[in-house]
């Protein structure tokens, strides 16, 4: 935690804060639980390309999804709130895809956990790796639980973890991506879905929720998907969703 100050730190005073911590005894637990984790060998997984170029570029495709109010109840009173049931739907539907059973996905944390950092202006928020096996649970329920441990054991640790260099040979590089932002309104935080593009991903699906519903992005690579694929892939998620919030407890597998 940051050292206590009436003051709102700046973004130079975190990056001071987290490099001191990193050198003390909680940063050494820290970065000795992502070595933990990277033992582990967990897959990364990446979906089949339509296409074989490589690209600079961003394509996205989008969904709205309007949300009942039992639907929001369901949603937010889980264990580890929407983020948890949103992710555990994108990561069983990759599983399914790829025919992996422990799969990676890079997720969003905005790195204020600590209430110091709530105005700071800067870069923090960063992707961590949450990994849920396909045997988990037998049901959405028992996932959802799951997928809110890894969350919540993530961004304990967040500040001591670091993607590995593109040129490393490890799958530790980002590949599928999972963000989720609230705001109470669709006009003034419809940028946060579109901004959160810090690390390079080959598909990544980012959530605004608000009062009116879910706002929906997929972004991908256009050198390797066609967007009427993509646009599949979000009305897949969009159908597993939807069953799952209707029927939590229906057996699920990947």
Not at 24 to 33: Q, T, V
Not at 79 to 94: E, H, I, K, T
Not at 106 to 122: C, E, K, S
Request: net charge negative; charged share 20%; proline share 4%.
């Amino acid at each position: 935690a940051m050292a206590v100050d009436h003051e709102v730190l700046q973004y130079i005073d975190v990056v001071e804060e987290l490099s001191a911590a990193l050198a003390g005894p909680i940063g050494s637990e820290g970065l000795a639980h992502w070595s933990r984790q990277r033992a582990l060998h967990w897959e990364q997984g990446r979906l089949p390309a339509a296409r074989l170029t490589e690209s600079q570029a961003w394509d996205e495709v989008r969904l709205e999804v309007c949300l009942s109010a039992t639907d929001q109840v369901v949603l937010t009173a889980c264990p580890g709130g929407a983020r948890s049931w949103l992710l555990a739907c994108w990561q069983l539907l990759l599983q399914r895809l790829l025919g992996q059973q422990d799969l990676v996905v890079a997720t969003a944390f905005d790195g204020r956990n600590d209430v110091q950092l709530a105005d700071v202006l800067g870069p923090l928020t960063r992707y961590l790796p949450v990994r849920t096996s396909a045997d988990a649970a037998v049901d959405m329920a028992g996932r959802v639980a799951a997928v809110a441990q890894q969350l919540r054991e993530a961004e304990e640790w967040q500040e001591y973890f670091t993607w590995p260099s593109p040129d490393a040979d490890t799958v530790w590089a980002p590949q599928m991506g999972f963000s989720l932002h609230t705001g109470a309104d669709i006009s003034g935080a419809r940028w946060l879905t579109h901004s959160a593009c810090e690390d390079r991903f080959a598909v990544k699906l980012g959530v605004l929720m608000t009062a009116q519903g879910l706002h929906c992005t997929l972004g991908f690579d256009p050198g390797g998907y066609l967007a009427e694929d993509m646009a599949g892939l979000l009305a897949q998620w969009h159908t597993l969703l939807r069953a799952s919030v209707a029927q939590p407890q229906q057996p699920v597998s990947a």
